[in-house]
């Protein structure tokens, strides 16, 4: 059995694929943005599904990373800090639609061992950071002492017992061996850059009293998404200096030109230990002006991408349209808005699109593999 590690975001998770079970009028309510949808799903259509079917609301960890009197401690902390369950009901739902997606389908196959480490709204960076987790160390210890001070106390910045540790770092799973190991390694394109972020923010700045930012992996699609984030934990000078410095200052290409060579160093390290690389984008997807370009060798291959061997639009056209070869008029919910497509309502592979996607790289990991 082959061991499969794949690194992704949304579009490799099951998301969106059974919001239709959350609003009889799903396919025929069309004028609400995807922000709006997200609000109602969090305030009034997930309560109510899990109201309506309660043997779907997790009462354990789905990823066997805390036990089961840390996993309530979690849920506790958090409606605590936050005055309702979204976390039990988001957790949930997304363990419920990942059932669908095209990892998951992947790992139905006999032949394959699938660790699917892939994160909604999460990008390259994110995945770099996770990869040295175990190594990091906090600059500054629980003192106040500067990492380059002589009295400094070594210090791990991720505890065994951090959240972020754990979903990378258990007993089931290690993040940086598998990445490292694993026969065959699927780097799902995403639209980059994103942000992958840590903080040197003690309790003393945050709105909550004893929650600090020290051990936080943070991660964002967007410029607009990570704003949105900051008020959740910040206030007053500590948020306006924040804010304004990752809108005006900050250098998202350049941090993720570190990642993007980060993937390339692992890929090569796993060609020359005789291991197998796969690259690919779902949909269509800037790629070479950010310096990422297809990749083929004995053990790597790269599918959904442009060879640049003309004139180069910037983008490629991903395997939906590029290996699965859908026509466009079937992957926009909008052209027909049914199961029959592609995508659905918000560009996620529908269930038919994770169908297609699984069949799609199990054909190559038989052809090419």
């Avoid at 082959?2 to 025929?28: F, H």
């Avoid at 800090?81 to 949930?92: A, F, M, P, V, Y």
Wanted: hydrophobic share 30%; aromatic share 14%; charged share 25%.
């Amino acid at each position: 059995m082959k061991k499969i590690v794949i690194l992704g975001c949304s579009n490799s998770t099951g998301e969106e694929t059974r919001d239709w079970e959350l609003d009889p009028e799903y396919y025929t309510k069309l004028d609400i943005s995807h922000q709006e949808w997200y609000n109602a799903k969090r305030k009034t259509l997930l309560k109510e599904y899990f109201k309506n079917n309660p043997d779907k609301l997790l009462h354990k960890d789905p990823t066997g990373s805390f036990d089961d009197s840390e996993w309530n401690n979690r849920l506790d902390s958090m409606r605590q800090i936050n005055g309702n369950n979204h976390l039990q009901e988001d957790l949930s739902w997304q363990s419920h639609c990942d059932k669908y997606s095209w990892p998951a389908l992947l790992n139905e196959n006999e032949e394959y061992e699938v660790y699917n480490f892939s994160t909604r709204g999460a990008g390259l960076a994110y995945f770099e950071l996770a990869y040295n987790v175990p190594r990091v160390p906090r600059e500054y210890d629980n003192k106040g002492r500067h990492i380059l001070n002589g009295l400094y106390k070594p210090t791990k910045k991720f505890s065994k017992e951090n959240h972020a540790s754990r979903h990378f770092y258990n007993p089931a799973r290690n993040f940086k061996e598998l990445c490292d190991t694993a026969d065959i390694l699927i780097w799902q394109i995403t639209n980059e850059p994103r942000y992958g972020l840590t903080f040197n923010i003690g309790d003393d700045l945050t709105i909550y009293p004893g929650t600090d930012l020290y051990q936080f992996l943070v991660y964002a699609s967007s410029q607009e998404s990570l704003q949105g984030w900051f008020p959740n934990y910040l206030d007053g000078g500590v948020l306006k200096t924040l804010s304004e410095y990752f809108k005006y200052y900050y250098d998202n290409t350049t941090n993720f030109s570190r990642s993007l060579t980060w993937i390339e160093m692992l890929m090569q390290l796993r060609e020359d230990r005789g291991l197998q690389n796969m690259m690919f984008p779902i949909h269509r997807t800037f790629t070479s002006r950010l310096g990422i370009t297809a990749r083929h060798t004995e053990h790597t291959k790269s599918y959904g991408m442009d060879d640049y061997n003309f004139p180069d639009s910037g983008s490629c056209p991903g395997i939906l349209l590029d290996g699965i070869d859908a026509r466009p008029s079937e992957l926009l919910f909008t052209v027909k808005p049914s199961p029959d497509q592609y995508c659905a309502k918000y560009t996620h592979p529908s269930e038919k699109g994770h169908r297609a996607i699984a069949d799609f790289i199990y054909k190559k990991l038989q052809e090419d593999f």
